[in-house]
């Protein structure tokens, strides 16, 4: 079916419609596939579960506040999420290969953004370390199991007692003298930590940890 375009007068040869109307008919399916080749992308959507809640909350409270922060990476050895911070605006102090990850200075508004990125696990506000301990020796004599609860709990009070909780272990350091007993604290402790939250790990066999000790822990964690 011919179609006359506005402009064109009906007396022009048939040669020259047909010459119109491909033309136009170029530029409509040109149109259609721009239309279908380019759709707008989507921006990732922020995950604050994946921070330090108090440091999210302030964050959002002070955008143009600069905020020191420990940022843990899905992939160490890349560069991706250094490189995400500095074109966010904040700069890297120093690479922690610790907890995988390394310690940076962001501004607020970059926080959300971060959470937002697939290169990073998690973020946390950064501080102080501060150190803890207790007396196991009550504690000798008993089954390795119960042994490791009572850990856990004693853990958990220490952790709480010190602005933290089991969610923000960074790093844990286990010696025991039995490797056999590795499997019971394994389970024991997978029970303890959600999957999501394990920290790196190291347990090491000790032939002797004085006054008959069992098992010796070694955590540092984020505070906020």
Known sequence: MWQVLPGASRNRSAGTGRAIVR?????????????????AAASPRPQPSKADPALYAQAERHPRAEFPVVIRELEPPTS???????????????ELPIVGG?????????????????????????????????????????????????TINLLNALLKANGSSKD????????????????????????????????????????????????EVVVTAAKG
Do not use: C, H
């Open 23 to 39: 033309r136009a008919g170029v530029v409509l399916v040109s149109l259609v596939v721009a239309s279908v080749v380019l759709p």
């Open 80 to 94: 991706a999420a250094e490189g995400l911070v500095r074109s966010l605006g904040g700069r890297v102090s120093r």
């Open 102 to 150: 390394f310690s940076a200075d962001v501004p607020g508004d970059a926080v959300a953004r971060l959470t937002a990125s697939p290169d990073v696990l998690g973020v946390w506000g950064d501080a102080r370390i501060g150190m803890s301990n207790v007396d196991m020796d009550q504690y000798d004599s008993y089954p390795v199991n119960t042994v490791w609860k009572t």
């Open 168 to 215: 923000k272990l960074l790093t844990a350091l286990i010696f025991i003298t039995s490797m056999a007993e590795k499997p019971a604290m394994n389970a024991v402790w997978k029970e303890w930590l959600a999957p999501a939250t394990l920290p790196t790990r190291a347990t090491i066999g000790v032939s002797d940890l004085e006054k008959n000790i069992k098992i």
